[in-house]
């Protein structure tokens, strides 16, 4: 998944590879569980700020290198840090995973190992998520004294309460289909099979309409902030937008005439 624009570099704490539409975003740093460092944090706000400018984007994928997807904040980078700078650090990350829900394009983590703390948090921002059979999942800054606060506002918005309380309060660990179960990942995918099924699933968005899954995604996150007669008009208004729209125009003329809709018309 190259692309001469963005050849991926061994250095980089996050590589960039592009292909057909879809964005993978490699999670650099293998010999510290991919932990997240003042540096990739930088990186990666760099690339999703230019992927959020890239209509030939269509769907962003974040893994990682080597045995982990990602570990968490780097604690031994965190503890030389004076506290303005871990607030700084902090802030950015906080930043950082907004970012991915306010990308138009759909993001899937393809977890290809451990994900802890602010790792487990990066699984539950990203819109959707496959792991390998050998991922694991635990929240457990409070073995160390740290509550996994900034995991706990994703994880407890896609799990049940009493199941992020679990994870948050004992720090244990759950297997990938335990996280299949309980609604933190989308699909397992047996070990050494990722990628494929990941590139599955990026498949079956890269058929839809840019356009209407951006407006889509927009939309399915605003509304879940909201009570529901609010969150009622927001969506009325934006389905008689999409309506009017060519786009939808298009694949409801389509689906009436019993062919395949031509997007691009």
């Known amino acids: 998944m190259n692309d001469a624009s963005h050849p991926p570099s061994s250095a980089a704490a996050v590589q960039r590879a592009d292909s057909g539409g879809v964005c993978v975003l490699r999670l650099n740093r293998p010999a510290q569980y991919n932990a997240l460092s003042r540096d990739l944090l930088e990186r990666l706000h760099a690339e999703l700020d230019a992927i959020a400018a890239n209509p030939e984007v269509r769907v962003v994928v974040v893994t990682g290198t080597g045995k982990a997807f990602c570990a968490g904040h780097d604690l031994r980078e965190m503890r030389a840090l004076p506290q303005d700078e871990?607030?700084?650090l902090f802030a950015s990350c906080t930043a950082m995973m907004q970012k991915l829900t306010a990308l138009p394009q759909p993001v899937i983590a393809a977890v290809n190992g451990i994900a802890t703390a602010a790792g487990c948090q990066l699984v539950a921002q990203c819109d959707l998520a496959v792991a390998s059979e050998e991922a694991r999942f635990a929240v457990s800054g409070v073995n160390l004294g740290l509550f996994c606060s900034t995991p706990a506002v994703p994880l407890s918005r896609n799990i049940a309460r009493k199941r992020a309380a679990e994870m948050l309060f004992t720090g244990e660990f759950i297997d990938a289909r335990t996280a299949l179960d309980w609604g933190l990942v989308n699909r397992v995918a047996p070990a050494?099979?990722?990628?494929p099924a990941v590139?599955?699933?990026?498949g079956k968005l890269l058929a839809k309409p840019r356009e209407v899954l951006a407006l889509g995604k927009a939309l399915f996150y605003r509304q879940l902030e909201e009570r529901m007669a609010p969150a009622y008009r927001d969506a009325s208004c934006t389905i008689v937008d999409n309506m009017a729209g060519r786009i939808a125009q298009e694949?409801?003329?389509?689906?009436l005439e019993k062919r395949e809709p031509d997007w691009k018309k």
């Open 86 to 88: 871990v607030a700084a």
């Open 199 to 202: 590139q599955e699933l990026a």
């Open 192 to 195: 050494g099979g990722l990628m």
């Open 251 to 255: 694949g409801v003329a389509a689906f």
